[in-house]
């Protein structure tokens, strides 16, 4: 059960999204009418921020690898991915079907000019960084923290289980502390299912012909999403990284954001 919460129960910087959040940003009109709601700071290579489950763009700035990011001279964008914190939250199915959150990450860089691209993701946002690795030719180094291989299954059964607990089933008691968090919390739980159902699930051959350079960052204590090492072994040439911690503390440490800093350089 530790584990289940560990996914859902995003208290890491990377994806923190417990403070009321004041609009500092823009909107961005996505392709189906999705207003999703960006921040854009800093100047040189562009970055973008994908956060996870239940996060929202704030929480990145809770976190060691925002200002170290914006210390080290690149341009940093952070977005609320759609269904999560100030963009729009749709509750239908083709809302969030046919890698409609990559589709909204990738209809932002093009909205900014971006000819290239790095994405950094972690836990759930490591799946949709996944998804523009295989997607998005712009995207020139990716970085995918807290996953293992799991969610490469489109029968996960997380995933499956975290879908229907939300639509009210209660026998899914392997998410029960994920659903604690979730009623402590003004989310939206319709968005947050869809989000769920439709999480994409990218497949063992479109990760093998990944070519860019991709570093799969970890917590010495994370075994949550499967293991790292065999997530490794799907996407070639990929480097991994070790830094101390769990899945809800590894991403807010200082080897976190050096050794992303370093990756990027």
């Known amino acids: 059960m530790k584990k289940i919460l560990s996914v859902f129960v995003i208290i890491i910087a990377c994806t923190l999204g417990l403070h009321a959040q004041q609009p500092e940003g823009k909107f961005f009109t996505s392709f189906d009418g999705t207003k999703i ?18 996060g929202t763009s704030l929480g990145w700035k809770h976190g060691s690898l925002y200002p170290a990011l914006l210390t080290a001279g690149f341009k940093v964008i952070i977005l609320d991915q759609r269904g999560n914190g100030l963009s729009d939250k749709p509750h239908t199915d083709a809302g969030y079907t046919n890698d409609a959150e990559a589709k909204d990450i990738m209809g932002l860089a093009s909205s900014l000019g971006f000819k290239n691209y790095d994405a950094v993701g972690y836990s759930r946002g490591s799946i949709i960084t996944s998804r523009l690795i295989v997607l998005d030719k712009r995207i020139h180094k990716a970085v995918m923290g807290g996953m293992g291989a799991d969610y490469t299954n489109p029968q996960w059964p997380r995933r499956i ?43 063992k051959k479109e990760l093998f012909t990944v070519k860019i350079p991709v570093l799969l960052i970890d917590g010495t204590e994370d075994t949550t999403n ?40």
Request: no cysteine; hydrophobic share 40%; glycine share 8%.
């Open 226 to 265: 499967g293991d790292v090492n065999d997530l490794q072994k799907l996407i070639p040439g990929s480097k991994m990284v070790s830094v101390p911690g769990n899945h809800n503390t590894a991403g807010n440490t200082v080897q976190f954001a050096s050794a992303i800093i370093d990756f990027l350089k």
């Open 161 to 203: 289980h975290a879908y229907k607990a939300l639509m009210g089933d209660t026998t899914m008691h392997d998410v029960d502390d994920m659903m604690v968090w979730i009623r402590k919390n003004n989310f939206d739980n319709l968005a947050l299912a869809y989000q769920q159902k439709h999480q994409p699930s990218t497949s």
């Open 37 to 54: 709601y960006y921040e854009v700071k800093g100047e040189g290579y562009p970055v973008i921020l994908v956060h996870g489950f239940t």
